[in-house]
């Protein structure tokens, strides 16, 4: 079985400029999430999706922050423009359904604003 | 505020000896909780979870303690084996809220010594 697929693995760029980071979940899984995860920190959530509707965005700073989830498979998360504490890594994961605690990570995009 | 506490960074134990890493809650309302674990460069992976209704949940040389009156939990591991050097994540939900999302701590770095 594949697991989730993330792309970039790194990415740098300067603060006002704008980034995107792919995902692409486990088949059949109705559930994706991204989580950003700062250095010394957990992962924290940043939105939720159930199929192609969002179910949580309450953690995700709108003015800069934007994600999608196109068909319900694959999902973007946008950032424009970028600041310095944007730095972290951007993990995505998926779960089989919504209140499916055991998720599944990908390896993460890490963003490095300079 | 800290939902999920995870109070030492850091552990370094003798392989074949056992290593138990710490974890407490403050949200009375979390009925699951899960620990993660993470290599270098990769995602978070699922490791063994516990619901409220348990007190102890064993998976091979991986235990997990819940004390629900001290808000506290705890990962066995017997015995530690280098490989299980990583970090580990402890993380928490109330799968009874709306969407069910994890909340995770900072996580403990184990070093298992040869």
């Known amino acids: 079985e594949a697991g989730v697929a993330q792309s970039p693995r790194y990415k740098i760029i300067e603060k006002r400029q704008s980034v995107a980071f792919w995902c692409n979940p486990i088949?059949?899984?109705?559930?994706l999430y991204w989580y950003q995860q700062i250095l010394g920190q957990g992962p924290k959530l940043l939105i939720q999706f159930q199929n192609n509707g969002v179910v949580d965005d309450s953690q995700l700073p709108k003015d800069r922050f934007s994600a999608e989830r196109l068909k319900g498979v694959d999902s973007t998360l946008k950032i424009q423009p970028a600041k310095l504490e944007d730095s972290a890594v951007y993990l995505c994961?998926?779960?089989?359904?919504?209140?499916?605690?055991?998720?599944?990570f990908g390896s993460g995009t890490q963003l490095s604003v300079l | 505020d800290q939902q999920v506490k995870q109070n030492s960074p850091s552990l370094s134990v003798q392989e074949g000896r056992i290593s138990i890493l710490n974890c407490d809650y403050t949200n009375s309302m979390f009925d699951y909780f899960l620990w993660y674990k993470k290599y270098p460069a990769e995602g978070p992976t699922f490791l063994i979870s516990i619901s409220s209704i348990k007190d102890k949940n064993e998976d091979g040389r991986f235990t997990v303690f819940l004390n629900k009156s001290a808000k506290h939990l705890s990962l066995h591991i017997v015995p530690s084996q280098p490989g299980d050097s990583a970090v580990y994540f402890c993380?928490?939900?109330?799968?009874?809220?709306?969407?069910?999302?994890?909340?995770f701590g900072k996580g403990t770095k184990l070093s298992v010594k040869p």
């Open positions: 088949s059949g899984h109705a559930t």
């Open positions: 993380a928490a939900s109330d799968s009874r809220g709306s969407q069910g999302n994890l909340i």
């Open positions: 994961a998926s779960s089989l359904r919504r209140n499916n605690e055991k998720l599944f």
